[in-house]
Antibody, heavy 122, light 110 residues
Framework: QVQLVESGGGVVQPGRSLRLSCAAS????????MHWVRQAPGKGLEWVAV????????YYADSVKGRFTISRDNSKNTLYLQMNSLRAEDTAVYYC???????????????WGQGTLVTVSS | QSVLTQPPSASGTPGQRVTISCSGS????????VNWYQQLPGTAPKLLIY???QRPSGVPDRFSGSKSGTSASLAISGLQSEDEADYYC???????????FGTGTKVTVL
């Protein structure tokens, strides 16, 4: 069965960096686009970034553009999110999610991890 | 930033039908299919409806979706206590090259 397990969250001071990881199993990782979605405490869902199945395209929400970098290692079945210049408003649970269908980013997010909490505070 | 607009809350008694609306624009709902997600308290979101009106395997047929122009809706018929959750619409946005989510609707079973 499809499994997505995030790690790397924690408490970090404003302006510092953090790298999240998402270990994937139960499917052919290299065939699917992958996303990061976040949810601030008590708030709604916010899409953060997407990376194409082969890493050829990456897109970001305006709120993180220039600060966050999405990447993947298909040999390790792992997705990453490098977060730099963190701000208090980046505090959220970060979920990784898989495209529903291979090669179709617009079809929806078919599988989600359990999330990892990032708290930006001094 | 939420680009799709939903009512903040909806409610009904067991067995009733509840409908949630989702309003977007030409760059998202008007150009792409709509998905709906259910988020039970303390859990990760789950895909409920994809491609406007398709249910993934395991989703009860009490849940149905529709789309018209730049708006969409989710209907829950035969409301059950386990349907109490937050519901989000979403669509790909051609201007952002990313998914946009709705503001979310909390469904309460009275």
């Amino acid at each position: 069965q499809v499994q997505l397990v995030e790690s790397g969250g924690g408490v970090v001071q404003p302006g510092r960096s953090l790298r999240l990881s998402c270990a994937a199993s139960g499917f052919t990782f290299s065939s699917y686009g992958m996303h990061w979605v976040r949810q601030a405490p008590g708030k709604g869902l916010e899409w953060v970034a997407v990376i194409w199945y082969d890493g050829s395209n990456k897109y970001y929400a305006d709120s993180v553009k220039g600060r966050f970098t999405i990447s993947r290692d298909n040999s390790k079945n792992t997705l990453y999110l490098q977060m730099n210049s963190l701000r208090a408003e980046d505090t959220a649970v970060y979920y990784c999610a898989r495209d529903l269908f291979p090669g179709i980013a617009a079809a929806g997010l078919g599988y989600w991890g359990q999330g990892t909490l990032v708290t930006v505070s001094s | 930033q939420s680009v799709l607009t939903q009512p903040p809350s909806a409610s009904g008694t067991p067995g009733q039908r509840v409908t949630i609306s989702c309003s977007g624009s030409s760059s998202n709902i008007g150009s792409n299919t709509v998905n709906w997600y259910q988020q039970l308290p303390g859990t990760a979101p789950k895909l409920l409806i994809y491609s406007n009106n398709q249910r993934p395997s395991g989703v009860p047929d009490r849940f149905s979706g529709s789309k018209s122009g730049t708006s969409a809706s989710l209907a829950i018929s035969g409301l059950q206590s386990e349907d109490e959750a937050d519901y989000y619409c979403a669509a790909w946005d051609d201007s952002l090259n990313g998914h946009v989510f709705g503001t979310g609707t909390k469904v309460t079973v009275l």
